[in-house]
Nanobody, 119 residues
Framework: QVQLVESGGGLVQPGGSLRLSCAAS????????MVWYREAPGAQRELVASITGGGSTYYANAVKGRFTISRVSANNTLYLKMNNLKPEDTAVYYC?????????????WGQGTQVTVSS
Protein backbone atom coordinates (compact mmCIF):
# COMPACT_ATOMS: atom_id res chain seq x y z
CA GLN A 1 0.00 0.00 0.00
CA VAL A 2 1.20 3.48 -0.89
CA GLN A 3 0.35 6.61 1.09
CA LEU A 4 0.74 10.19 -0.07
CA VAL A 5 0.57 13.08 2.39
CA GLU A 6 0.51 16.67 1.14
CA SER A 7 1.44 19.68 3.25
CA GLY A 8 2.41 23.31 2.88
CA GLY A 9 -0.87 24.88 1.83
CA GLY A 10 -2.31 27.98 3.41
CA LEU A 11 -3.45 31.55 2.93
CA VAL A 12 -1.13 33.88 1.04
CA GLN A 13 -1.45 37.33 -0.48
CA PRO A 14 -1.27 37.85 -4.23
CA GLY A 15 2.34 37.92 -5.33
CA GLY A 16 3.39 35.67 -2.46
CA SER A 17 4.97 32.24 -2.47
CA LEU A 18 4.29 28.80 -1.04
CA ARG A 19 6.01 25.44 -1.24
CA LEU A 20 3.88 22.31 -1.25
CA SER A 21 5.27 18.94 -0.25
CA CYS A 22 3.99 15.44 -0.95
CA ALA A 23 5.60 12.63 1.03
CA ALA A 24 5.17 9.16 -0.43
CA SER A 25 5.59 6.05 1.68
CA UNK A 26 4.86 2.35 1.46
CA UNK A 27 5.67 -0.26 -1.16
CA UNK A 28 6.71 1.92 -4.09
CA UNK A 29 8.11 0.35 -7.23
CA UNK A 30 9.10 1.85 -10.54
CA UNK A 31 7.76 5.37 -10.29
CA UNK A 32 6.70 6.51 -13.74
CA UNK A 33 5.68 10.02 -12.77
CA MET A 34 4.55 12.23 -9.92
CA VAL A 35 2.00 14.90 -10.67
CA TRP A 36 0.39 17.92 -9.04
CA TYR A 37 -3.25 18.61 -9.80
CA ARG A 38 -5.56 21.28 -8.47
CA GLU A 39 -9.30 21.62 -8.15
CA ALA A 40 -10.93 25.00 -7.72
CA PRO A 41 -14.52 25.34 -6.47
CA GLY A 42 -16.95 24.51 -9.26
CA ALA A 43 -14.17 23.51 -11.65
CA GLN A 44 -12.74 20.24 -12.87
CA ARG A 45 -9.50 18.92 -11.49
CA GLU A 46 -6.65 20.07 -13.72
CA LEU A 47 -3.04 19.07 -14.13
CA VAL A 48 -0.62 21.67 -12.85
CA ALA A 49 2.82 20.09 -13.26
CA SER A 50 4.42 16.69 -13.57
CA ILE A 51 7.84 15.09 -13.30
CA THR A 52 8.78 11.70 -14.70
CA GLY A 53 10.99 9.12 -13.06
CA GLY A 54 13.75 10.33 -15.35
CA GLY A 55 13.30 13.94 -14.28
CA SER A 56 11.48 15.40 -17.28
CA THR A 57 9.02 18.11 -16.29
CA TYR A 58 5.82 19.51 -17.71
CA TYR A 59 3.87 22.61 -16.69
CA ALA A 60 0.41 23.86 -17.53
CA ASN A 61 0.49 27.15 -19.40
CA ALA A 62 -1.24 28.90 -16.51
CA VAL A 63 1.67 28.25 -14.14
CA LYS A 64 4.67 28.15 -16.48
CA GLY A 65 7.41 30.44 -15.28
CA ARG A 66 5.89 30.77 -11.80
CA PHE A 67 5.78 27.19 -10.44
CA THR A 68 8.64 24.69 -10.15
CA ILE A 69 8.16 20.97 -9.60
CA SER A 70 10.91 18.86 -8.10
CA ARG A 71 11.39 15.52 -6.46
CA VAL A 72 13.86 14.04 -3.99
CA SER A 73 14.23 10.43 -5.07
CA ALA A 74 15.92 9.30 -1.87
CA ASN A 75 12.76 9.79 0.15
CA ASN A 76 10.16 9.96 -2.63
CA THR A 77 9.09 13.46 -1.73
CA LEU A 78 7.53 15.70 -4.34
CA TYR A 79 7.59 19.49 -4.13
CA LEU A 80 5.84 22.35 -5.86
CA LYS A 81 7.36 25.79 -5.37
CA MET A 82 4.79 28.41 -6.26
CA ASN A 83 5.87 32.01 -6.81
CA ASN A 84 3.94 35.14 -7.80
CA LEU A 85 0.69 33.52 -6.73
CA LYS A 86 -2.56 34.86 -8.15
CA PRO A 87 -6.13 34.63 -6.85
CA GLU A 88 -6.90 32.20 -9.67
CA ASP A 89 -4.38 29.78 -8.18
CA THR A 90 -6.77 29.25 -5.28
CA ALA A 91 -7.66 25.55 -5.18
CA VAL A 92 -7.15 22.29 -3.39
CA TYR A 93 -3.85 20.86 -4.60
CA TYR A 94 -3.45 17.08 -4.92
CA CYS A 95 -0.42 14.98 -5.68
CA UNK A 96 -0.57 11.75 -7.63
CA UNK A 97 1.99 8.99 -7.99
CA UNK A 98 1.90 6.67 -10.99
CA UNK A 99 3.90 3.49 -10.68
CA UNK A 100 4.23 0.07 -12.16
CA UNK A 101 3.52 -1.15 -15.67
CA UNK A 102 0.94 -3.16 -17.56
CA UNK A 103 -1.62 -4.76 -15.30
CA UNK A 104 0.35 -3.59 -12.29
CA UNK A 105 0.20 0.10 -13.15
CA UNK A 106 -1.44 2.10 -10.38
CA UNK A 107 -2.33 5.69 -9.51
CA UNK A 108 -2.17 6.80 -5.89
CA TRP A 109 -3.58 10.10 -4.63
CA GLY A 110 -3.02 12.27 -1.60
CA GLN A 111 -5.79 13.89 0.41
CA GLY A 112 -5.14 17.41 -0.87
CA THR A 113 -3.97 20.67 0.66
CA GLN A 114 -5.84 23.98 0.40
CA VAL A 115 -4.14 26.98 -1.18
CA THR A 116 -5.95 30.30 -0.89
CA VAL A 117 -4.59 33.44 -2.56
CA SER A 118 -6.36 36.52 -1.28
CA SER A 119 -5.66 39.97 0.05
Amino acid sequence: QVQLVESGGGLVQPGGSLRLSCAASGSIFAINAMVWYREAPGAQRELVASITGGGSTYYANAVKGRFTISRVSANNTLYLKMNNLKPEDTAVYYCKLNSGWGQYERDYWGQGTQVTVSS
